[in-house]
């Protein structure tokens, strides 16, 4: 499916590693939202049509609002995905990974214009192919990705518990040795989960058992976005 990963390094250290959709998913999430907005075309088209030219002038303009202003509008205030992405599992980002906002999601939807030419999306194909993120050029002007709808699930592993601002600086690898820890810690005894926790006396303060694992658990929370 032409499908890679992407690397993003957040500004609080974090690493993320984003699933990039290629052109097949991304075709089938374009062809589900067309048909979901031809079907609301007929039915409107249907109800307004008995009300003459009125109807038929408030068909053209919610016409115009389905085809270009809707899947802007989806993007940036429904998690970044149309109907059709999201049956796919896909997601608008922007280059850094944050949530696509409303600009860039109105100008990457305005430019499906030049996207479509000469005939069925071959500049945008041409370029999705071109380029090693799959942007097409709507995508290159906004600053955005597609990508794939990863639940949460490394952040559902990790217990909820209060988050904490590490006391001292930490590199990349001792934020991954942390939240690893945390991932992990469900599945230790408890003794276990304790003695591990232990080890990094200058995050935990010298607290032992309990107490540092608590500690261990708050940094990683702070770590994976909880506030």
Request: glycine content about 8%; hydrophobic content about 50%; overall charge neutral.
């Amino acid at each position: 499916m032409l499908d890679t990963s992407l690397r993003i390094s957040t500004p609080e250290g974090i690493e993320l590693e984003l699933r990039l959709a290629g052109p097949v998913p991304r075709a089938l999430a374009w062809a589900l939202d067309l048909l979901l907005r031809l079907a609301l075309l007929l039915l409107l088209s249907i109800v307004l049509g008995a009300l003459g030219k009125f109807g038929w002038g408030i068909f053209y303009i919610a016409w115009f609002l389905l085809e270009w202003l809707f899947p802007a509008w989806c993007e940036a205030f429904w998690r970044g995905a149309t109907p059709g992405k999201r049956a796919l599992g896909l997601i608008v980002l922007h280059d850094d990974g944050t949530p696509v906002r409303w600009p860039a999601a109105l100008a990457r939807n305005l430019l499906r214009a030049i996207d479509f030419l000469p005939i069925a999306y071959g500049f945008g194909l041409a370029t999705m192919l071109l380029n090693d993120e799959f942007k097409r050029l709507g995508d290159l002007a906004a600053g955005t990705i597609v990508v794939y709808r990863d639940d949460a699930a490394e952040i559902a592993r990790i217990p909820q518990a209060p988050p904490i601002v590490a006391p001292v600086p930490l590199t990349l690898v001792e934020q991954r040795a942390i939240v690893d820890f945390a991932e992990r810690s469900p599945a230790l005894t408890e003794e276990r989960a304790h003695e591990l926790a232990e080890i990094p006396s200058r995050l935990t303060g010298a607290r032992e058992g309990e107490a540092a694992t608590r500690q261990l658990l708050g940094i990683a929370n702070y770590l994976v976005g909880r506030r």
